[in-house]
Nanobody, 114 residues
Framework: QVQLVESGGGLVQPGGSLRLSCAAS???????VAWFHQAPGKQRELVAV???????NYGDPVKGRFTISRDNAKNTVYLQMNSLKPEDTAVYIC?????????WGQGTQVTVSS
């Protein structure tokens, strides 16, 4: 059983930065973890993924601006978001895939507005 708790969201001006954290209750050493976001009235979209080996991939809208990383010793995955745009406004949700089941966090709100 893995519980995921996101933090770090908030209100930021366009061009600003935020770092989101996804803290897992158990070991994430061999777990594939991803960040999704969901804006009001829109489908949930993949933002970034990181494999157990540390390989990463990003959705086209965030390439070059966002960086996903993991600290296995702290059971935490991070999403560094730079050059934020109003269209990045959404609830950001952490996801973990294991061989037994998938897990979702509750999400953290990110609002980009002047």
């Amino acid at each position: 059983q893995v519980q995921l708790v996101e933090s770090g969201g908030g209100l930021v001006q366009p061009g600003g930065s935020l770092r989101l954290s996804c803290a897992a209750s158990g070991s994430i050493f061999n777990i594939y973890v991803a960040w999704f976001h969901q804006a009001p009235g829109k489908q949930r979209e993949l933002v970034a993924v990181i494999t157990s080996g540390g390989s990463t991939n990003y959705g086209d809208p965030v390439k070059g601006r966002f960086t996903i990383s993991r600290d296995n010793a702290k059971n935490t995955v991070y999403l560094q978001m730079n050059s934020l745009k109003p269209e990045d406004t959404a609830v950001y949700i952490c996801y973990a895939h294991t061989t037994i089941r998938d897990y979702w966090g509750q999400g953290t709100q990110v609002t980009v507005s002047s």
